[in-house]
């Protein structure tokens, strides 16, 4: 029984690449014609495959409908949360975890810091979207007019001297963000606190949800917080995988070994020069 389980779920990835006869079938799977029309005859009374009026077989509606049905199921937060937990013993830094949900940016899952100095943020609660790294690394995956109508609509609140400014400097930091793959916050929002985040990307490549860690520089410097940044984005790698299933597709081009400090310091001698 489990032989033929293994052959009939052998015949979709096989049509996945495009119709195909009943010959090319039992070729490819290695059996007489006899045992291959059995399996697509089970295949397609169950809706898995399709045989077209030119006798060749294909993907059927009801499986695209059952995958389209898994996907909307799938709870990011349920698959994230024992990584945000591993990733929080090992930096002991607080993580989180946020989506993109009607023009908002909220987090959904925290993870506590080790150290008594705790963040005021709350699961639920939007965060600073002009700012934050999670909120960058989201909209920086939004199709480019998409992001230019957001960018332009939005208010940029000077919650402190390195917050971001207006539109045309927003837009800007999301390009390089969606080219860099990562994202930072030193002091954009509490002129304390620094946060590095990664991006949580689903089985097409766009990113569904974004994870960061987030500590006070009383607590550890932007630099030493940005090293963190490897670990961060493992875990953002394995949370993908987990996700959708396998290998998702990266948009990052830069290697996390390859990151070079932007630090509080560094931005706003760019800023004023």
Request: proline share 5%; with cysteine.
């Amino acid at each position: 029984m489990s032989q033929t389980v293994d052959r009939a779920l052998s015949i979709l990835p096989l049509l996945a690449e495009g119709p195909a006869n009943l010959e090319q079938v039992a070729t490819r799977l290695g059996v007489h014609k006899s045992t291959a029309l059995r399996l697509l005859r089970t295949l397609h009374e169950h809706g898995m495959v399709y045989r077209q009026q030119d006798q060749r077989y294909r993907l059927g509606a009801r499986l695209f409908a059952l995958a389209q049905e898994a996907v909307e199921n799938l709870d990011v937060r349920e698959i994230a949360h024992p990584h945000l937990v591993a990733l929080n013993e090992r930096c002991g830094h607080t993580v989180h975890l946020a989506v993109y949900e009607e023009n908002e940016v909220l987090y959904i899952d925290k993870v506590e810091s080790r150290y008594p100095v705790r963040m005021y943020s709350r699961i639920g609660k939007p965060v600073a979207i002009t700012v934050a790294a999670v909120a960058k690394l989201l909209l920086a995956d939004l199709p480019e007019a998409e992001r230019r109508t957001l960018a332009e609509r939005l208010s940029y609140p000077a919650y402190t001297s390195r917050s971001t400014p207006n539109a045309a400097a927003f837009l800007k930091e999301l390009a390089t963000v969606r080219d860099q793959g990562w994202a930072t916050d030193f002091g954009g929002h509490e002129e304390s606190i620094n946060c590095v985040g990664a991006p949580i990307r689903g089985a097409d490549g766009r990113v569904v949800a974004a994870c960061s860690v987030s500590a006070p520089n009383v607590v550890v410097s932007a630099e030493e917080l940005l090293s963190l940044l490897p670990l961060v984005r493992r875990t953002a790698e394995e949370i993908s995988r987990e996700y959708s299933g396998g290998a998702p597709v990266s948009h990052a081009s830069q290697n996390p070994s390859q990151v070079t400090a932007e630090t509080p310091d560094k931005k706003a001698e760019e800023t004023s020069s």
